[in-house]
């Protein structure tokens, strides 16, 4: 079973599933404002943290099946679902096939498009650089994910979500950039999901395109999304404004598309 750690002391569950080349610790900043409405499940998705690797190819329906051992462990019948980037991607596979589960769906500074042909090329080209120089590949990708208008603010950040990646397994991130570059359009899960679905997104996020996002998104009451100054990483760029819309938001009514 992959590796999560529960913490809070609320009495609904929410399970966070952290982006490509992270682990359950990117929850740090967010976990003292979020605990005090949620039990909190934080899980290191498979090749990161400390959960081993699955396959050779790890795609997203494959990782969602190893989030729901956890979710039937901890004998969760309804439960909030939130994932960052790759983790959107996963839970977007968890909603399609289990949305019976999900009290709440969150798209934390992810989407439920594809990847364009370029993207798909790109991910695999990654690939070999990662065997390569690992190392490398971290240090010419992470900077790009935050706000270029403040990277003097977020250098402390910065290094850290380097040194993040540093501790995922190679393998595991290859495996998964593979698997991201093989998944479908799920905007249809947005389209046909019953329960609330909220969306953050980042005016500066290089990897998420905010416009598109929102230019695709289904228009649906149940859908409510917010777009913040800050890149592609809300965790660490805006932890406690995320963090106090998603206290807020995932249990209570709040005014459409508000900007921070």
């Known amino acids: 079973m992959l590796n999560f750690e529960v913490s809070g002391n609320g009495r609904e569950p929410l399970v966070l599933l952290h982006g490509f080349m992270e682990n359950l610790s990117v929850w740090d900043d967010m976990e003292k404002t979020l605990s005090r409405d949620f039990i909190l499940v934080k899980i290191d998705l498979p090749g990161h943290g400390h959960s081993d690797l699955l396959a050779k190819v790890q795609t997203m329906e494959m990782m969602a099946e190893e989030v729901k051992k956890v979710t039937d462990d901890l004998d969760f019948e309804h ?103 093989e998944r479908p359009d799920r905007t ?23 416009e598109t996002l929102l230019k695709h998104l289904p228009d649906r009451s149940n859908i409510k999304a917010y777009m913040l100054e800050c890149g592609h990483n809300g965790h660490w760029e805006r932890p406690e404004i995320c963090a106090t819309i998603l206290n807020q938001e995932l249990l209570h009514d709040l005014p459409k598309n508000l900007v921070f």
């Open 79 to 181: 439960f909030h679902l939130l994932g960052h980037s790759m983790g959107g991607y996963i839970s977007l596979a968890f909603a399609e096939k289990y949305p019976e589960k999900l009290k709440t769906l969150t798209l934390f500074f992810s989407t439920s498009l594809p990847d364009s042909e370029e993207k798909k090329a790109i991910r695999k080209r990654s690939t070999e650089i990662i065997d390569k120089d690992f190392s490398l590949f971290i240090s010419s990708s992470i900077p790009g994910l935050f706000n270029e208008n403040e990277k003097d603010i977020l250098e402390g950040k910065i290094k850290l979500a380097k040194k993040t990646a540093l501790s995922t397994d190679p393998e595991g991130a290859k495996a998964s950039q593979l698997g991201m570059a």
């Open 188 to 210: 249809f899960v947005l389209d046909n999901f019953g329960g609330k679905i909220l969306v953050l997104t980042g005016r500066h996020d290089n990897a998420v395109k905010a």
